[in-house]
Structures are given as C-alpha cells and as structure tokens.
C-alpha cells in the first residue's frame, strides 16, 4: 500500500520539474525549471530535513510539488523562494555551516538533480542601493 500510495503523490504533484543544485557551508540554492509560476503561487513545507515545495502555475492553475529530503537540518525561518518567469528559486538555509555529502534527494515529484556543485563565493555589495543579486546562486 506505501508504494501504491507514493506512486498515487507523485502522479497528483504532476510531471517532475528539472532542477539544479549549488550549496555552500550556509545554504542549498536549488533553481527549479518551471514557468509561469504565480509570483505568490509558491508554498515551502519545512520541517527538519523534510522539504516540500508546491508550485502554482498561472495561466492552467496547476500545482506542482517537489518533495524532498535534505543531507542535514533546515532552518525554515531563514529559508525562501524567488519566483521568475521560467524558474523558482529556493535558499534553503542550513541550521549549522556544513557541507552536506548529498544535499537534497528526491522523495517525490522530481527529476534528480544535476550534481551539486559549490555555490561561488559571496561578492560584496557595491554600495548602497546598489544591484545586489549578480549571479542567481550567490547570497545576498
């Protein structure tokens, strides 16, 4: 019945997204290649290492979820998302520096990720006000 059951959420969630992953000793950044995401149509579920990200898409009302299992402790009230025209992106923050061995598996509702790869190393702002986020993976 388990297998019956997780086989039945996967096919609720729809067709897996495609989704890259990068990490540093402070975050797991994951961009999620969906479009037409509503910009308040995206939902993160934390809790501990559990991780569900439910997608919302405008125009066919869809929801997508992406449901996954994190290498170490998630730190929910410092996690988030972004949304984009063709991707999500989520920060999930880690609750201790580490590097995770794996950081993220599929439970359901996704493809496997691309290799992690290390997240390049944060660029100082250039002053106030000044454009912040020069590449989608480096922290703010």
Same mark, same amino acid.
């Given at each position: 019945a388990g297998a +019956?059951? %997780? &086989? +039945? &959420? !996967? #096919? &609720?969630d729809g067709p897996p997204p495609q989704f890259d992953v990068r990490q540093n000793d402070r975050c797991v950044t994951l961009l999620i290649n969906v479009s037409g995401v509503k910009a308040d149509g995206v939902r993160l *579920?934390?809790?501990g290492?559990? $991780?569900a990200v439910e997608m919302e898409v405008e125009a066919t009302g869809e929801k997508r979820t992406l449901r996954l299992a994190c290498g170490g402790d998630v *730190? %929910?009230?410092a996690s988030r998302c972004d949304v984009a025209d063709r991707n999500v $992106? $989520? $920060?999930l923050a880690k609750a201790s520096s580490e590097t995770w061995e794996t950081p993220v598996e599929v439970v359901s509702g996704g493809a496997a @990720? &691309?290799? %992690?790869t290390p #997240? @390049? %190393?944060a660029q @100082? !702002?250039?002053g106030a006000g000044g454009f912040r986020n020069r590449v989608m993976f480096e922290l703010d």
């Amino acid at each position: 019945a388990g297998a +019956a059951s %997780a &086989a +039945a &959420a !996967a #096919a &609720a969630d729809g067709p897996p997204p495609q989704f890259d992953v990068r990490q540093n000793d402070r975050c797991v950044t994951l961009l999620i290649n969906v479009s037409g995401v509503k910009a308040d149509g995206v939902r993160l *579920d934390i809790g501990g290492r559990s $991780v569900a990200v439910e997608m919302e898409v405008e125009a066919t009302g869809e929801k997508r979820t992406l449901r996954l299992a994190c290498g170490g402790d998630v *730190d %929910a009230t410092a996690s988030r998302c972004d949304v984009a025209d063709r991707n999500v $992106v $989520v $920060v999930l923050a880690k609750a201790s520096s580490e590097t995770w061995e794996t950081p993220v598996e599929v439970v359901s509702g996704g493809a496997a @990720p &691309a290799a %992690a790869t290390p #997240a @390049p %190393a944060a660029q @100082p !702002a250039k002053g106030a006000g000044g454009f912040r986020n020069r590449v989608m993976f480096e922290l703010d």
